[in-house]
């Protein structure tokens, strides 16, 4: 539920009566994904947030509008270019010891997702798998890596 959400399939709120609709024109496929990771950065837990001197708010927050938004400031202002959630995420890639991290939701701020770096995932502990029926019905398993 929470991936519809955040890919704009669902709107509205899951705690409100008749709160989910679907997307009219955006018919989406979930797939169950086996993830197996060795080192995820877990930013909703307080300690590793306050590590790298985050909050709920910033991870939840306006993040899509920083590239349309004009600036008084010009393009370097508090609130234009690169969101802070996005700087943050390029940061703990950068670093090259995270293969993914777990942060709130942004459409659905009581609920967690899981982003991975799927450049870093190396080794036979690490991967995604996913499985799915082909167009003849014959069932196909891939695996990254």
Do not use: C
């Not at 929470?2 to 399939?9: D, G, M, Q, T």
């Not at 939701?105 to 996913?130: C, E």
């Amino acid at each position: 539920m929470v991936a519809l959400f955040e890919a704009r399939a669902l709107f509205g709120s899951p705690s409100t009566p008749g709160g989910v609709v679907p997307h009219p024109a955006r018919p989406l496929v979930t797939l169950p994904i086996m993830v197996s990771l060795t080192a995820v950065a877990d930013l909703t837990d307080p300690a590793e947030a306050h590590r790298v001197h985050t909050n709920a708010q910033e991870l939840t927050g306006d993040w899509h509008s920083y590239s349309n938004r004009i600036s008084n400031s010009g393009p370097h202002g508090p609130h234009h270019g690169t969101p802070p959630t996005q700087s943050l995420g390029n940061a703990l890639f950068t670093l090259g010891i995270h293969q993914g991290l777990v942060t709130f939701s942004a459409r659905l701020p009581d609920y967690k997702i899981l982003a991975v770096f799927t450049d870093r995932i190396k080794g036979t502990a690490n991967y995604l798998q996913y499985s799915f029926h082909d167009s003849r019905g014959a069932l196909q398993v891939k695996r990254i890596p």
